[in-house]
């Protein structure tokens, strides 16, 4: 069987889910990364630590391409690896490099070069003819200022080289553009150590409901797997507070939505990738929001699996071996599934949680108990709660989540109206100032 390289990961559910699907189709893997103990902090709790499952863990500089590509050639002369993969955005391009140097397969570098930088993706499309928002390419807050003022308020401010909602926000004046920037600025590198780039996108806010297609392309065909419907808040960011699967839409909606996402993945010149594409329904039509050359994050790829039994981690270990992924359809019993996150409202320290009809006086060790009470309710595939001791924030991005429910639901809209019932029940203490 094949014998991978997992260059970085991230430490939510990718970082379980990829390794299971490897192990699983009877595969090893060897895990490269800059900072071991970036995984450890955060190991997954109740479940053994994902790294355990790889054969060998490598220590390299995966932030330094130049060094990196012949160190990589020495481990694959004495490792031998079948493929190249990673679940982590900021190092999908280094990926795609180092298999291009060894000569495995995997997507043009440069495809996902584009992908991955917003802006980059934004002039792309736009020269393709694949419809999006009016944007600006901005260095600097004068020009973004001026840019703003002919683009016109109110608009999203978004970095170009960043994930999961970081510093995306939407300004509607002169003011809320420098409170942004200010931001932005006071975080000059990511969280792997990256020297982020000043640019920044300006672009017009678009109205609509939000979707992402995900698709599988392989030897020059994309196939669309399905539409997921997404719920987004926590204004003036844009927080993900829940998908379903499949998109309680139009079948002319959903076709739209697939085609955009299909002449946006051609445009960049994406194959042998696994993508997660956003797309806002406007009333003008579909417009990208963005491209993302991997599998979907927030669990996504588990609605597909429960409603279709598609794999989509499993077939993006398929692409990085050069080999065909499974893609029918399995009947499963489950029409739809939907999942919701908990959201702190302030910052502080978890305490603790309530449900609805509690008098509020549970103790701080309730969290088995809630859980457990959440996992019976009809429907409920997972729940996770984060522990009591947990610093939180007030919810700014993707990052910030205590917790999420996922189920299932027995009709059109169903799995969503079940999961944001059983959340609302929850009811989080936090406590500030501890």
Request: charged share 20%; aromatic share 4%; with cysteine.
């Amino acid at each position: 069987m094949g014998h991978l390289l997992m260059v970085e990961s991230w430490v939510g559910a990718m970082s379980r889910l990829l390794p299971r699907a490897i192990t699983e189709a009877g595969h090893t893997f060897t895990f490269l990364t800059r900072d071991l103990h970036h995984y450890l902090r955060s190991a997954p709790e109740g479940v053994a630590h994902p790294l355990l499952g790889a054969r060998n863990l490598v220590t390299a500089d995966t932030n330094d391409l130049a060094a990196l590509l012949p160190q990589a050639e020495r481990l694959h002369g004495a490792l031998h690896f079948d493929g190249v993969l990673s679940s982590c955005d900021y190092y999908l391009p280094t990926v795609a490099a180092v298999a291009g140097h060894l000569g495995l397969p995997g997507p043009a570098p440069q495809a996902v070069t584009a992908a991955c930088r917003k802006d980059e993706t934004r002039r792309t499309l736009r020269a393709a003819g694949v419809p999006g928002p009016r944007f600006a390419v901005c260095d600097g807050f004068a020009a973004a200022a001026v840019a703003a003022r002919e683009i016109g308020y109110p608009l999203v401010f978004k970095p170009v080289d960043l994930c999961a909602g970081m510093f995306v926000r939407r300004v509607d004046d002169e003011r809320e553009l420098a409170v942004a920037h200010r931001a932005l600025d006071a975080f000059p590198i990511n969280a792997r150590g990256q020297l982020r780039s000043p640019t920044v996108l300006l672009e017009e806010l678009l109205e609509g409901p939000e979707v992402s297609v995900e698709t599988v392309s392989c030897g020059g065909r994309a196939r669309v797997v399905g539409v997921t419907d997404k719920s987004v808040g926590g204004a003036p960011g844009f927080v993900e507070t829940g998908h379903m699967f499949p998109a309680g839409l139009a079948a002319e909606d959903t076709e739209a939505a697939a085609r955009t996402a299909v002449d946006a993945l051609a445009a960049l010149g994406l194959d042998q990738v696994v993508a997660h594409t956003e797309i806002k329904l406007t009333a003008s039509g579909p417009r990208v929001v963005e491209v993302n050359p991997r599998p979907a994050g927030n669990r996504i790829t588990e609605l597909v699996r429960h409603v279709t039994g598609i794999d989509l981690a499993a077939a993006c270990v398929d692409l990085a071996l050069g080999r065909q992924p499974d893609l029918a359809p399995r009947e499963t019993g489950v029409p739809s599934a939907a999942i919701g996150f908990l959201l702190p409202a302030t910052d502080g320290v978890l305490t603790g949680y309530d449900l609805a009809g509690d008098d509020g006086a549970s103790p701080p060790d309730e969290v088995p108990d809630v859980t457990a009470e959440l996992e019976g309710a009809p429907g409920v595939l997972e729940v996770r709660l984060a522990e009591p001791g947990t610093r939180v924030r007030a919810a700014a991005d993707n990052n910030g989540y205590l917790g999420h429910l996922m189920a299932t639901g027995s009709g059109p809209g169903d799995a969503r109206t079940r999961v944001a019932s059983l959340l609302a029940a929850v009811r989080p203490r936090v406590v500030a100032g501890r």
